[in-house]
């Protein structure tokens, strides 16, 4: 998930660098609700690997 989340960062400057914003605006939305997915399941994964070692 992380993975695509740069992908739609870099997506989003190339973009920028021609001109197109409106594009660029959209897939720097979508790269910060990616990564922010991620570090929510990362946390998640890392408590729960917490608890079951117990």
């Known amino acids: ?3 695509y ?3 739609f960062l870099v997506i989003a400057l ?3 660098l ?3 914003g409106g594009i660029a605006s959209g897939a720097v ?3 910060k609700i990616l990564f922010f997915v991620f ?3 990362a946390v998640i994964t ?3 690997g917490l608890t079951k070692r117990k």
């Open 46 to 48: 890392f408590l729960m």
């Open 39 to 41: 570090i929510v399941i």
């Open 1 to 3: 998930m992380l993975h």
């Open 18 to 20: 021609f001109g197109f």
């Open 5 to 7: 989340a740069v992908v």
């Open 29 to 31: 939305g979508i790269a």
């Open 14 to 16: 190339v973009a920028a």
